[in-house]
């Protein structure tokens, strides 16, 4: 069965306070690796999907990263407005299904 | 272009009631996704709907059920609801391949009481 799991499950930063947010997941041959983020009352809106290890992307502040094992996604000198749920999901390559699994996500707060 | 519209916003049901909730996905997109979001179990997958068909299920029971029209917009029915069938339903679309990453509706959010 396809894991996720994703931590922390919060993060308080001070504005310009860099960090890390970490996915861990098990799955049996990755087909992609996604990241979301959840602002309240919305929801989930794309930001990137990584297929191999060694992979990188970048948007404005965020820069993901995957390994073999787990994905982080890197947030360089964070904004109030970066402020948000960030969810990791899996697509298994194997299985027929190529639904994703979600994480419970890592809520971000990023004080001015 | 026009994002995944989900309708209503916002219901408040009695428990035993049925529910009905629509989603018009984005023009061009024939995959509907529809997840179920509380905050104890995050984003739980109910069931794809992709040119008319269920192409795949999630683990809920049957009183959940779903279609989807020849113009790609989509329904999902609760019957008989139970109290922790109070959650955020989201709609995703996508254009039938999950690399490209879905597009979400801000969802319905749905209180039984």
């Known amino acids: 069965e396809d894991q996720v799991t994703q931590s922390p499950e919060a993060l308080r930063l001070q504005e310009g306070e860099s960090s890390s947010l970490n996915c861990s997941y098990t799955?049996?041959?990755?087909?992609?690796l996604f990241w979301y983020r959840q602002d309240p009352g919305k929801g989930p809106e794309f930001l990137f999907t990584l297929y191999s290890a060694g992979e990188e992307k970048e948007k404005e502040r965020l820069k993901a990263t995957l390994t073999k094992k787990e994905s982080f996604l890197h947030i360089t000198a964070p904004k109030p407005e970066d402020s948000a749920t960030y969810l990791c999901?899996?697509?298994?390559?194997?299985?027929?299904?190529?639904?994703?699994?979600f994480g419970r996500g890592t809520s971000l707060i990023v004080h001015p | 272009k026009a994002g995944v519209t989900q309708t209503p916003r916002y219901l408040i049901k009695t428990r035993g009631q049925q529910v009905t909730l629509s989603c018009s996905p984005i023009s061009g997109h024939r995959s509907v996704s529809w997840y179920q979001q509380t905050p104890g179990q995050g984003l739980q997958f109910l069931f794809e709907?992709?040119?008319?068909?269920?192409?795949n299920k999630g683990n809920f029971p049957g009183r959940f059920s779903g279609r989807q029209f020849s113009n790609s917009r989509s329904e999902m029915n609760v019957s008989t609801l139970e109290l922790g069938d109070s959650a955020l339903y989201l709609c995703a679309s996508n254009t039938g391949t999950a690399e490209q990453g879905y597009t979400f509706g801000s969802g319905t959010r749905l209180t039984v009481v």
């Open positions: 999901a899996v697509q298994a390559a194997s299985g027929g299904s190529y639904i994703p699994t």
């Open positions: 799955v049996s041959g990755l087909r992609g």
């Open positions: 709907y992709f040119s008319e068909t269920q192409r």
